[in-house]
Structures are given as structure tokens and as C-alpha cells.
Antibody
Framework: EVQLVESGGGLVQPGGSLRLSCAASGFTFSSYEMNWVRQAPGKGLEWVSYISSSGSTIYYADSVKGRFTISRDNAKNSLYLQMNSLRAEDTAVYYC????????WGQGTLVTVSS | QSVLTQPPSVSAAPGQKVTISCSGS????????VSWYQQLPGTAPKLLIYDNNKRPSGIPDRFSGSKSGTSATLGITGLQTGDEADYYCGTWDSSLSVSWVFGGGTKLTVL
């Protein structure tokens, strides 16, 4: 069974940093592209970042470019999102999602940016 | 303002059919496959349709997808109360830089 489990969310002050992790199991992680998607409270889905299976190709949404960094460790079946210079508008549930069609989703981890 | 335009809400009675539209442009829907996602209240999104009209294993054939030009449509027949959810379309966009875009979402109410 495919499982994606996010962790690392929490309350952080504006300007602070947070690192999210996504632990994958039940599929060959190293063969699949991965994404981060977020959803602000009461709002729709917003794509955040993409990373290819090898990590050689990376894309970011304009709203996070220069502040967020996506990475992966295929040996550990893990995906990461380093978030710096956090703003109030980054408050959201962050989901990791597998494949270019977003076939599989984690349950999400809540990030709250507030003083 | 989402790059892909969906109606904010649709409604229909149990057993009826409903369609949800998703309008884009040549930089996204016009040249890429479209996917559809269902998000039940309080849960993570789930893939319903990929590559315009394919259903993942386990998705009933009551759900269907189609694409024409720069628009896509999700169809749901035999509506059930359990289908009440938010539905999102999504696709790749290559206008200025490569990015994935979602529609704004459509709330389906089964009356």
C-alpha cells in the first residue's frame, strides 16, 4: 500500500524557517517525481514545487521561488521542503504528492506563520 | 485568481448527472493532459481522472473526463450523497516558466 507521511509542520514566526519531510513507502520512491502542494485555510489547492525522480529537475511556484528549497533522498525514501523567510501567507496545510499526475497524496502537515 | 477557471459550485439531486467545467488556455490545457481530484471534507485530495479521461484503479466508471481544445470537463453520473466534495482540475502550464496549475475548485452539493 502506498503511504506518504508528512511531518515537520508547526507554528513559526514571520521570517522564520521550517523543514518539512515526507516519508514514502509502498512504492519505488526513486522512480517517481514528487511535488509539494499547499492549501490555505478555507482556500483551494496551490502547487508549490516539483522534483524529478533523480532530483536533477526542479520547479517552483513564483510565490515561493527564492525562499523554499525542495530536495529528496532516494536512499531514505524521503522528500523535503526547506522553507525560509516565512510569511503569514505561507500558512497552509502542506501535502506531498507523488507522480506528475499527483496519483498519491499524504495526509498533510499544518504550517502556521504567526507572531 | 486561478489560471484554470472552474464554477465555484454545482448541485444536483441524488441519481442525477452533473458536469464540472475547467477552462484554460493553450499554455496549459491546450497542450497538456488534465487531471481531476476529489477532496472530501477534512481529507487530502484524491486523484479521480488523469491523462484527460483515464481512471485510476478503484475509481468507479460513474466518473469520467473529457477535453476539447482549451477546456476540460468532469462528469459524474448516478450522484450519491458521498460525492459531496470539492473538485479540482489541474495540469502543467508552460506560459512563462514550467509550473503545475490547479483550478479554483468546485463545490458539489448533492441535494
Amino acid at each position: 500500500e502506498v503511504q506518504l507521511v508528512e511531518s515537520g509542520g508547526g507554528l513559526v514566526q514571520p521570517g522564520g524557517s521550517l523543514r518539512l519531510s515526507c516519508a514514502a513507502s509502498g512504492f519505488t520512491f526513486s522512480s517517481y517525481e514528487m511535488n509539494w502542494v499547499r492549501q490555505a485555510p478555507g482556500k483551494g489547492l496551490e502547487w508549490v514545487s516539483y522534483i524529478s525522480s533523480s532530483g536533477s529537475t526542479i520547479y517552483y511556484a513564483d510565490s515561493v521561488k527564492g525562499r523554499f528549497t525542495i530536495s529528496r533522498d532516494n536512499a531514505k525514501n524521503s522528500l523535503y521542503l526547506q522553507m525560509n523567510s516565512l510569511r503569514a501567507e505561507d500558512t497552509a496545510v502542506y501535502y506531498c504528492a507523488a507522480t506528475t499526475s499527483f496519483d498519491y497524496w499524504g495526509q498533510g502537515t499544518l504550517v502556521t506563520v504567526s507572531s | 485568481q486561478s489560471v484554470l477557471t472552474q464554477p465555484p459550485s454545482v448541485s444536483a439531486a441524488p441519481g442525477q448527472k452533473v458536469t464540472i467545467s475547467c477552462s484554460g488556455s493553450s499554455s496549459n490545457i491546450g497542450n497538456n493532459y488534465v487531471s481531476w481530484y476529489q477532496q472530501l471534507p477534512g481529507t487530502a485530495p484524491k486523484l479521480l481522472i488523469y491523462d484527460n479521461n483515464k481512471r485510476p484503479s478503484g475509481i468507479p466508471d460513474r466518473f469520467s473526463g473529457s477535453k476539447s481544445g482549451t477546456s476540460a470537463t468532469l462528469g459524474i453520473t448516478g450522484l450519491q450523497t458521498g460525492d459531496e466534495a470539492d473538485y479540482y482540475c489541474g495540469t502543467w502550464d508552460s506560459s512563462l516558466s514550467v509550473s503545475w496549475v490547479f483550478g479554483g475548485g468546485t463545490k458539489l452539493t448533492v441535494l
